[in-house]
């Protein structure tokens, strides 16, 4: 059965205040009776012990005495009945019998000194009394006692209009109650509901959804949460789409990248089978076969390549490199290519300039850089330099190409960035992963890359490693 959140809170809420007023109520009630009955008995035993003192004082005029306190004492409706050491009255405002009837236990405790009290007496007397026995010492020898009785209507006439004050008071505290109980439950069933309707809104693909938030408490605190939830569930679908855009894009330009050395390969192995291909020209096709090959196997070496690291499956082995020693390497590796292009590769860095880092790895980076830079360059110049500073070695690969566009030089990180803006077919990162590595590298040696560039003068990348 479905029970509406708005009616939990309502039933929780009044069924604490209805406890707790009860509660109230009946100590509250018991209180007022216990110190209604106090007060009583208190009051019976003064006078007793007042009459008491001033018979003592004043034996002789007992009976002026007694008749003195009777007219007072009417006037409060109290009686009182003064008896000796055989229970026998010797004086009484209200008995008319010849006894005090009293069981053994108090007479018991009176012959013994000691004071009886009884709030509530409903049998002995002719009415429901308050009755206080005390005894009446001479000579430390028991003469007697004297009974004040008190009916208790008039107490419980004060109880009862005070519970009749609590039940009225009961009644208004609880509709106050359910009014306020009744607000704040509505405002916060309100407030689950906005995150109801949100949370389905998000379901439906809707990530421009936004709640109210504060920090005054848990929900307003979970609005906050929720917000940045969908924020990031916004950022990552627009990723999503990016990715999968790119990635549509990538299919159809490896398509049409594969598509050609594949044409090739197979024009040339179907040329050699049915001997279309003259005995001059064999080993040219061989070569162009291979060459071809060989970019189909370094598109696949790319994507494993990038996927080890995406996957943290390359472990560093970092070690102390002297830098000038590595770029000079970079040199010899790359000069042939420059010389295609007629660049000139110029290595600048102090022989005493060390960095720490994963050898393969740190070449693999700057390889690609510089394979870069060659490659978008023409009767130009690659510039190596290492340098120190406080706490990192900072390397630059600057060459003086074609430059980057300024939007999209924060794109050219992104996976298959290349492979959208050109379909050039050179031999190195053809496919746009090649720059995409190199930042997954640098990340894990715990370094940073930036580049700067400007169109039709150049490009320079700026390598960060920690000491």
Request: aromatic share 8%; no cysteine.
């Amino acid at each position: 059965m479905k029970i509406k959140y708005l009616y939990q809170q309502l039933a929780s809420h009044v069924s604490v205040i209805v406890i707790a007023f009860l509660i109230l109520s009946l100590l509250f009630s018991h209180y007022v009776e216990q110190f209604v009955y106090t007060n009583k008995t208190d009051e019976l035993a003064t006078y007793g012990q007042t009459i008491l003192r001033d018979i003592d004082r004043n034996p002789r005029n007992s009976t002026n005495i007694l008749q003195s306190y009777g007219h007072v004492l009417d006037g409060r409706d109290i009686q009182y009945s003064l008896f000796d050491e055989r229970s026998a009255i010797i004086y009484s405002t209200g008995l008319k019998t010849p006894l005090i009837e009293l069981n053994e236990d108090e007479w018991h405790d009176i012959k013994s000194g000691h004071t009886v009290i009884v709030k509530q007496d409903f049998k002995r007397f002719n009415e429901a009394v308050t009755f206080v026995l005390l005894p009446y010492i001479q000579n430390q020898q028991f003469v007697g006692g004297i009974l004040l009785t008190s009916p208790i209507k008039g107490s419980r006439e004060v109880i009862s209009q005070v519970n009749r004050f609590l039940l009225v008071t009961t009644f208004i505290a609880l509709a106050i109650a359910l009014l306020l109980s009744w607000i704040l439950s509505t405002f916060h069933v309100k407030r689950i509901k906005r995150l109801q309707l949100a949370t389905s809104a998000i379901a439906q693909g809707d990530y421009s959804v936004r709640i109210p938030s504060s920090h005054v408490d848990e929900i307003g605190e979970l609005a906050g949460d929720f917000n940045e939830m969908v924020e990031k569930l916004d950022a990552s679908m627009e990723e999503i789409e990016n990715l999968e855009h790119r990635r549509r894009q990538f299919m159809a330009d490896v398509s049409h990248e594969l598509r050609t050395p594949l044409t090739t390969i197979r024009g040339i192995i179907e040329g050699l089978k049915n001997n279309m291909i003259s005995e001059s020209e064999k080993e040219k096709g061989l070569q162009l076969a291979s060459n071809e090959t060989m970019r189909l196997i370094r598109l696949v070496n790319e994507n494993l390549d990038y996927e080890k690291i995406r996957s943290n499956q390359v472990t560093l082995i970092k070690q102390d490199i002297q830098l000038i020693e590595l770029l000079e390497v970079i040199q010899d590796q790359l000069e042939g290519m420059a010389d295609e292009r007629k660049d000139t590769i110029i290595v600048t860095a102090d022989p005493t300039v060390r960095v720490v880092a994963d050898y393969d790895r740190l070449t693999q980076i700057l390889i690609n850089i510089t394979k870069n830079s060659i490659q978008f360059t023409d009767n130009g110049t690659i510039h190596l330099r290492g340098f120190e500073t406080e706490n990192s070695t900072i390397i630059e690969i600057e060459d003086t190409g074609i430059g980057i566009d300024p939007e999209d030089v924060e794109k050219i990180w992104g996976r298959f960035y290349k492979a959208i803006v050109s379909r050039t077919t050179n031999p190195y990162g053809e496919f746009g992963l090649g720059l995409s590595i190199v930042k997954q590298l640098v990340m894990m040696h715990d370094g940073t890359i930036d580049v700067t560039s400007e169109k039709e003068k150049g490009s320079k990348f700026t390598i960060s490693l920690p000491k």
